[in-house]
């Protein structure tokens, strides 16, 4: 029996989702390739583990009994992950940072080449990192800080702008641009969404909201660079921060700041009461700059 860690990730983002599908997004897998996780999972357990139907998918007796057993060795193997990863950064001297991958793709290459440059004594480890885990990677110290849209303030946790921005209008390269637009003024036709659960379109729905204004939400993907590549195709517009204009390297559209602002600002965020170190001060500074020639 040869079980992996990502197989026991799987069975259990399933089990609390009841969904392949959420599941999938959630450890950034296809819904095929969990699909393939879980029965393999099953082969070599000798039982299912699920009841499927067309609607949701539900722990069968024995898959109730391993639940059980699965989320206590992924703890005890997080745990020892985390205390490992703790006596290496004392032993070796290494700064871990979160981002999205978005952020990591777009970003984070031209960041690590301008550390590498200042030459500090200090290795550079970026980790890609859903935003909704970043906290608590903060929080067990499992990184030094991460970047990202954190719209709220939380206890324990320090939070600096690294730079300002706002809700935009997403449109194609071709369409004429004005240098803003208002909120009762935005165009008719399809809208391309983030999932309602998500922080950023929730604060679209509530702007929206504010203005009396409905719009025709067409579609829902989970990724902003999904979204952006709908819009370029004209399939329709998008409500995005500002800071998605670094996709504009890669996708002809443009983004026009909405007026009134409504504020996406991008920040990094670290454990409150440790002085921040001379090389996340000197990777702030470079993430302000390499959003410089971006409308933010």
């Not at 703890?75 to 990591?104: C, F, H, W, Y």
């Not at 777009?106 to 906290?135: G, K, S």
């Not at 660079?225 to 399939?235: D, I, P, Y």
């Not at 990777?283 to 700059?289: D, E, I, M, Y």
Request: hydrophobic share 45%.
């Amino acid at each position: 029996m040869n079980i992996s860690f990502k197989q026991l990730k799987g069975f259990i983002a399933v089990a609390r989702h009841e969904n392949f599908t959420r599941a999938a997004e959630e450890i950034h897998l296809t819904q095929a390739g969990i699909s393939a996780l879980v029965r393999d999972l099953e082969t070599q357990l000798g039982f299912d583990l699920f009841r499927r139907t067309t609607r949701k998918v539900v722990l069968t007796e024995n898959g109730r009994d391993f639940l059980i057993t699965a989320q206590s060795v992924l703890s005890q193997m997080e745990s020892a992950i985390r205390r490992l990863n703790t006596v290496d950064r004392n032993q070796r001297k290494r700064i871990t940072i979160g981002v999205t991958p978005l952020i990591a793709s777009y970003v984070m290459p031209d960041v690590m080449l301008a550390f590498q440059a200042l030459q500090f004594e200090t290795a550079l480890e970026v980790l890609e990192i859903d935003r909704n885990a970043m906290r608590e990677k903060v929080e067990s110290k499992a990184i030094d800080a991460a970047f990202g849209a954190f719209f709220e303030l939380s206890s324990g946790i320090c939070r600096k702008q690294i730079f300002a921005s706002s809700l935009s209008l997403v449109v194609p390269a071709r369409v004429r641009q004005a240098s803003t637009i208002s909120w009762e003024n935005l165009p008719a036709g399809a809208y391309i969404a983030l999932p309602p659960d998500n922080p950023i379109q929730r604060r679209v729905l509530r702007k929206l909201h504010t203005h009396g204004i409905r719009l025709n939400w067409s579609a829902t993907y989970s990724h902003i660079e999904t979204v952006v590549g709908m819009v370029e195709k004209g399939l329709g517009y998008a409500l995005l921060p500002g800071f998605s204009s670094v996709i504009t390297k890669r996708k002809s559209v443009s983004l026009i700041p909405v007026d009134p602002v409504e504020r996406t600002d991008y920040y990094c965020i670290a454990l409150a009461g440790i002085k921040a170190s001379p090389e996340l001060l000197a990777l702030q500074k470079l993430f302000s700059g390499a959003f410089k020639g971006y409308r933010v």
